[in-house]
């Protein structure tokens, strides 16, 4: 084709080499649907995107791919002149005009084959359909520095040798791959590559990168930067985060300048994301998809063959309907006649109380921190991750930042540094708030966002932080403006960004919006009968946010939220004499200390507890026998175990009466489809429950919910506090919402014939036996009314479909060393597994089962399945 660029002299002709499987659609009679125009990065080459080319070869949805080797790149021209940005942008251009390219144009661009790709869009409206970037940047923030690697590779000293005389430049990125690329495969990237003289491309390419303004190719990056802001073309974003080069900030950037675009982050992977991942599943689906609403409002009613079981009529209104803000209730307070109570509290080690507020108190701090921050840049939309314990400190800026429209995000310290520092960085916020130790946890592992402390830090310790300013003395100054209320944040605009517990794999953050927190505020108020003025020892972190809202005043015992089994019943004790509780909310890990430790209370401590009316305790399944122990020690608290998760809480309610009727039905056989599980009971007011039937290999492929008693299947929720998606986890959003209207929760159970849930599990979780599929929570609560048994874990090991049933207990007294278990126990468990209907093949013993780390409660099956594979498989027992 001949050459347009700057590069080169005018009618010059360059010779271009490309992978282009449009002859053999031709050949096969088969219209493609458009065309994917694909562009390399550097150091690779159009073998990048083969797995595209033959994705779109497939009968079923054929496109034209167009993979192309840029000019000194792969195996097209060496032209012996350094080829600036816009040069390789007109290069692109000039090529599909010899091509005779024609729309519908979608451009899939990596690396700064993104830019590029992106520059060929702009300047061509007509033909372009869609644009599709894996890792890349148009913008550098200025007076940030580029990534590490990029400024060695930029360094004097370092570059021509790295990039030309060397190959170093291109082991160096292919040694990026997660997992390592197969030898074949490392060879052909390195194919076009062999020799100094075919690496001249390699150099130029990082020596164009505009490091700052003075660069010769900044404008031409600027333009394409600004330029995507009137891009409005459907757009996917496929990305991995474990890429030193690349990193998610540069995501957050080309998010905010195409803001409809579809994200998927690919957890654990990296630069050269196209070959950690199958990329080309999701293109495909997606542009099947472009143009339509992939999560329609329109949801089919559960199909039911069998008369459906009455739903509990709601005594109030559905959640959601009245969008009052999820803060109405604390504002009113603080107006009314109870403005001098107190609202929150916080309880110290020494059981007295560390710091309370009172509603009118709560109501001015709030607002004047809202204050505060909004002069100190925070805004609608802006997001403030808090690493604050719960307390009177969260219940401020939370309250604060969401009346300014900024979008919360909680991921706490029970997710461990790793999961911790994936869920920050993930979330790039714009702003991070928190204690000492989260700040420097925050200096240390690079998280993202404008540092702000809870209290006032000496001055050394605010440059070694790099803490700009504090909560306190935002809220000092905050006090001394004029209140600037703005435009109140729209119902459904985003307002929080919880994360997942990471029970099972990467904690995820999920999106709410505030029209669906408010629902959320609605439905515990509706489902629990927690009305203003009630009183609530909050133990677990949710309800210590939720507290406010519902009117409640709140209190914080002594205790580590995100380690559960912190709390004793002293501290417990402590909390609800401090504000004569009415309510107590504390997860099963922290129910079972508190029973540990009750020979600490004293007769006060008895008697306040005593007068406690309602107990909630939820994050994981609560035996019925830890019930009814709690019940000894709060005689006249009503007990419930609201089932839900982090996408949808509550999703139903049960209480300790019910759970002992339904496990009666199971025994005595007068209900359908009662037993194998725990019976959670009832939807909750505004929510509708339903089931997909498990298929043959353990999943749940069919998208037709029912509701028939004693049919297992993947749970579905549909109700007004549902999350809003994924964040940045298109792929993951997807899967969730494939059944219209409903929520897939992951978990898989059962109705009774009275329209009770029973849950069997997780659905990662089903052992594929041969000729069964065994879901194992029913199993395992089987085994662990054994005498000798603490907990107990069901796993598979083998191949699915023919999985062995393991059995993996931790036993009372525990065993000093995992292993196989003595024939005695073993014999014991088999019989009591046989009970359940389930037939266990092997025995493991364990000192202690493995948990995860927010909850402590929830059993990492995962992981257990593993170590009973390489122990049965002759390894070393080992710790799981």
Same mark, same amino acid.
């Given at each position: 084709?001949?050459?347009?660029?700057?590069?080169?002299?005018?009618?010059?002709?360059?010779?271009?080499?490309? @992978?282009?499987?449009?002859?053999?659609?031709?050949?096969?009679?088969?219209?493609?649907?458009?065309?994917?125009?694909?562009?390399?990065?550097?150091?690779?080459?159009? *073998? %990048?995107?083969?797995?595209? @080319?033959?994705?779109?070869?497939?009968?079923?949805?054929?496109?034209?791919?167009?993979?192309?080797?840029?000019?000194?790149?792969?195996?097209?021209?060496?032209?012996?002149?350094?080829?600036?940005?816009?040069?390789?942008?007109?290069?692109?251009?000039?090529?599909?005009?010899?091509?005779?390219?024609?729309?519908?144009?979608?451009?899939?661009?990596?690396?700064?084959?993104?830019?590029?790709?992106?520059?060929?869009?702009?300047?061509?409206?007509?033909?372009?359909?869609?644009?599709?970037?894996?890792?890349?940047?148009?913008?550098?923030?200025?007076?940030?520095?580029?990534?590490?690697?990029?400024?060695?590779?930029?360094?004097?000293?370092?570059?021509?040798?790295?990039?030309?005389?060397?190959?170093?430049?291109?082991?160096?990125?292919?040694? %990026?791959?997660?997992?390592?690329?197969? /030898?074949?495969?490392?060879?052909?990237?390195?194919?076009?590559?062999?020799?100094?003289?075919?690496?001249?491309?390699?150099?130029?390419?990082?020596?164009?990168?505009?490091?700052?303004?003075?660069?010769?190719?900044?404008?031409?990056?600027?333009?394409?930067?600004?330029?995507?802001?009137?891009?409005?073309?459907?757009? @996917?974003? @496929?990305?991995?985060?474990?890429?030193?080069?690349?990193?998610?900030?540069?995501?957050?950037?080309?998010?905010?300048?195409?803001?409809?675009?579809?994200?998927?982050?690919?957890?654990?992977?990296?630069?050269?994301?196209?070959?950690?991942?199958?990329?080309?599943?999701?293109?495909?689906?997606?542009?099947? /998809?472009?143009?339509?609403?992939?999560?329609?409002?329109?949801?089919?009613?559960?199909?039911?063959?069998?008369?459906?079981?009455?739903?509990?009529?709601?005594?109030?209104?559905?959640? =959601?309907? #009245?969008?009052?803000?999820?803060?109405?209730?604390?504002?009113? %307070?603080?107006?009314?006649?109870?403005?001098?109570?107190?609202?929150?509290? /916080?309880?110290?080690?020494?059981? &007295?109380?560390?710091?309370?507020?009172?509603?009118?108190?709560?109501?001015?701090?709030?607002?004047?921190?809202?204050? =505060?921050?909004?002069?100190?840049?925070?805004?609608?939309? &802006?997001?403030?991750?808090?690493?604050?314990?719960?307390?009177?400190?969260?219940?401020?800026?939370?309250?604060?930042?969401?009346?300014?429209?900024?979008?919360?995000?909680?991921?706490?310290?029970?997710?461990?540094?790793?999961?911790?520092?994936?869920?920050?960085?993930?979330?790039?916020?714009?702003?991070?708030?928190?204690?000492?130790?989260?700040?420097? +946890?925050?200096?240390?592992?690079?998280?993202?966002?404008?540092?702000?402390?809870?209290?006032?830090?000496?001055?050394?310790?605010?440059?070694?932080?790099?803490?700009?300013?504090?909560?306190?003395?935002?809220?000092?100054?905050?006090?001394?403006?004029?209140?600037?209320?703005?435009?109140?944040?729209?119902?459904?605009?985003?307002?929080?960004?919880?994360?997942?517990?990471? &029970?099972?794999?990467?904690?995820?953050?999920?999106?709410?919006?505030?029209?669906?927190?408010?629902?959320?505020?609605?439905?515990?108020?509706?489902?629990?009968?927690?009305?203003?003025?009630?009183?609530?020892?909050?133990?677990?972190?949710?309800?210590?946010? !939720?507290?406010?809202?519902?009117?409640?005043?709140?209190?914080?015992?002594?205790?580590?939220?995100?380690?559960?089994?912190?709390?004793?019943?002293?501290?417990?004790?402590?909390?609800?004499?401090?504000?004569?509780?009415?309510?107590?909310?504390?997860?099963?890990?922290?129910?079972?200390?508190?029973?540990?430790?009750?020979?600490?209370?004293?007769?006060?401590?008895?008697?306040?507890?005593?007068?406690?009316?309602?107990?909630?305790?939820?994050?994981?399944?609560?035996?019925?026998?830890?019930?009814?122990?709690?019940?000894? !020690?709060?005689?006249?608290?009503?007990?419930?175990?609201?089932?839900?998760?982090?996408?949808? !809480?509550?999703?139903?309610?049960?209480?300790?009466?019910?759970?002992?009727?339904?496990?009666?039905?199971?025994?005595? =056989?007068?209900?359908?489809?009662?037993?194998?599980?725990?019976?959670?009971?009832?939807?909750?007011?505004?929510?509708?429950?339903?089931?997909?039937?498990?298929?043959?290999?353990? &999943?749940?492929?069919?998208?037709?919910?029912?509701?028939?008693? #004693?049919?297992?299947?993947?749970?579905?929720?549909?109700?007004?506090?549902?999350?809003?998606? *994924?964040?940045?986890?298109?792929?993951?959003?997807?899967?969730?919402?494939?059944?219209?209207?409903?929520?897939?929760?992951?978990?898989?159970?059962?109705?009774?014939?009275?329209?009770?849930?029973?849950?069997?599990?997780?659905?990662?979780?089903?052992?594929?036996?041969?000729?069964?599929?065994?879901?194992?929570?029913?199993? /395992?609560?089987?085994?662990?009314?054994?005498?000798?048994?603490?907990?107990?874990?069901?796993?598979?090991?083998?191949? +699915?479909?023919?999985?062995?049933?393991?059995?993996?207990?931790?036993?009372?007294?525990?065993?000093?060393?995992?292993?196989?278990?003595?024939?005695?126990?073993?014999?014991?468990?088999?019989?009591?597994?046989?009970?359940?209907?389930?037939?266990?093949?092997?025995?493991?013993?364990?000192?202690?089962?493995?948990?995860?780390?927010?909850?402590?409660?929830?059993?990492?099956?995962?992981?257990?399945?593993?170590?009973?594979?390489?122990?049965?498989?002759? =390894?070393?027992?080992?710790?799981?």
């Amino acid at each position: 084709m001949a050459s347009t660029s700057a590069a080169d002299e005018p009618g010059t002709l360059r010779r271009w080499h490309l @992978l282009d499987n449009g002859a053999q659609l031709a050949r096969r009679g088969l219209t493609p649907a458009g065309t994917l125009l694909c562009v390399h990065g550097n150091p690779t080459w159009s *073998y %990048l995107w083969r797995t595209l @080319l033959a994705a779109g070869s497939d009968p079923a949805h054929p496109w034209r791919v167009v993979a192309v080797d840029q000019l000194d790149m792969g195996f097209s021209e060496r032209t012996g002149t350094f080829r600036r940005l816009a040069d390789r942008i007109n290069d692109l251009g000039d090529l599909t005009a010899a091509l005779g390219l024609d729309g519908p144009v979608v451009t899939v661009g990596h690396d700064w084959g993104g830019v590029i790709s992106l520059g060929w869009a702009l300047a061509h409206p007509q033909q372009l359909a869609g644009v599709v970037l894996t890792n890349t940047a148009v913008h550098q923030p200025p007076g940030s520095p580029i990534p590490p690697a990029l400024r060695l590779a930029l360094h004097p000293a370092v570059h021509r040798w790295g990039t030309t005389t060397s190959d170093t430049f291109l082991r160096v990125t292919h040694s %990026l791959a997660r997992p390592p690329l197969a /030898e074949d495969v490392r060879s052909a990237f390195m194919a076009p590559y062999r020799g100094a003289g075919r690496r001249a491309g390699v150099g130029n390419f990082v020596a164009d990168i505009p490091a700052d303004a003075s660069h010769p190719s900044f404008p031409a990056l600027t333009r394409v930067a600004e330029g995507l802001r009137r891009l409005s073309v459907p757009a @996917l974003m @496929l990305w991995g985060p474990r890429d030193p080069i690349f990193s998610d900030r540069y995501l957050k950037d080309l998010i905010s300048r195409l803001p409809h675009a579809k994200v998927h982050r690919f957890e654990g992977a990296g630069h050269l994301v196209a070959e950690d991942r199958d990329i080309a599943a999701p293109v495909f689906d997606w542009l099947a /998809e472009r143009g339509r609403d992939s999560n329609p409002a329109d949801a089919p009613a559960p199909v039911n063959p069998a008369p459906e079981p009455p739903m509990p009529e709601p005594s109030t209104p559905a959640p =959601g309907t #009245g969008l009052a803000p999820l803060w109405a209730p604390l504002t009113g %307070l603080a107006a009314g006649p109870h403005a001098g109570d107190t609202a929150v509290a /916080e309880m110290a080690a020494d059981g &007295s109380v560390a710091r309370s507020l009172s509603w009118q108190e709560l109501e001015r701090n709030i607002t004047a921190l809202a204050a =505060g921050l909004q002069e100190s840049g925070v805004r609608q939309g &802006s997001r403030v991750s808090l690493m604050v314990p719960p307390g009177v400190d969260l219940t401020v800026v939370l309250y604060a930042c969401l009346r300014l429209g900024a979008v919360v995000v909680v991921a706490d310290a029970g997710l461990g540094t790793r999961g911790l520092n994936r869920a920050v960085k993930g979330a790039t916020p714009d702003y991070l708030i928190g204690i000492d130790k989260a700040l420097a +946890a925050a200096s240390v592992l690079g998280w993202p966002g404008r540092r702000i402390s809870v209290q006032d830090l000496p001055a050394a310790r605010r440059r070694v932080l790099a803490v700009e300013t504090s909560l306190a003395a935002l809220a000092r100054r905050g006090a001394t403006l004029s209140p600037d209320p703005g435009e109140a944040p729209a119902p459904d605009s985003p307002a929080a960004v919880l994360f997942t517990s990471g &029970s099972t794999g990467p904690a995820k953050g999920v999106v709410y919006t505030h029209r669906q927190l408010a629902a959320m505020r609605d439905t515990v108020a509706a489902t629990l009968a927690i009305r203003p003025g009630a009183r609530l020892v909050a133990g677990f972190a949710p309800f210590a946010l !939720l507290g406010p809202a519902l009117g409640a005043v709140s209190v914080t015992p002594a205790m580590d939220v995100t380690a559960p089994r912190t709390l004793t019943a002293r501290a417990l004790a402590d909390a609800a004499a401090a504000i004569d509780a009415t309510v107590v909310f504390a997860s099963p890990a922290a129910l079972r200390n508190v029973l540990a430790t009750q020979g600490r209370l004293d007769g006060a401590g008895h008697e306040v507890l005593g007068r406690v009316e309602l107990l909630l305790s939820a994050g994981a399944p609560v035996p019925a026998s830890l019930l009814a122990e709690v019940q000894r !020690l709060l005689p006249r608290a009503s007990l419930h175990t609201p089932y839900g998760m982090t996408e949808a !809480l509550p999703v139903t309610d049960i209480s300790l009466e019910q759970i002992c009727a339904a496990e009666a039905d199971a025994a005595a =056989g007068t209900v359908a489809g009662a037993g194998n599980g725990v019976c959670v009971g009832r939807p909750v007011h505004g929510a509708r429950v339903a089931v997909i039937p498990l298929d043959a290999d353990g &999943s749940a492929p069919g998208n037709r919910p029912v509701t028939e008693a #004693g049919l297992t299947g993947e749970i579905l929720v549909s109700a007004p506090h549902v999350k809003e998606s *994924y964040d940045r986890l298109w792929l993951t959003q997807r899967e969730s919402v494939r059944t219209a209207g409903w929520h897939r929760t992951g978990d898989v159970g059962h109705f009774d014939a009275a329209g009770r849930l029973w849950v069997e599990g997780r659905l990662a979780h089903v052992v594929t036996a041969p000729g069964a599929v065994v879901t194992p929570v029913g199993a /395992e609560q089987a085994i662990e009314r054994l005498d000798a048994v603490g907990l107990a874990a069901v796993v598979g090991v083998g191949p +699915a479909g023919t999985q062995a049933v393991v059995a993996v207990v931790e036993t009372v007294p525990p065993v000093r060393r995992a292993g196989p278990a003595a024939p005695y126990l073993a014999g014991r468990v088999r019989d009591a597994a046989r009970q359940a209907g389930v037939s266990v093949s092997a025995v493991l013993t364990v000192p202690s089962q493995p948990t995860d780390i927010r909850h402590n409660a929830k059993i990492d099956r995962v992981r257990l399945s593993r170590w009973a594979s390489a122990v049965l498989a002759g =390894g070393r027992p080992g710790t799981p």
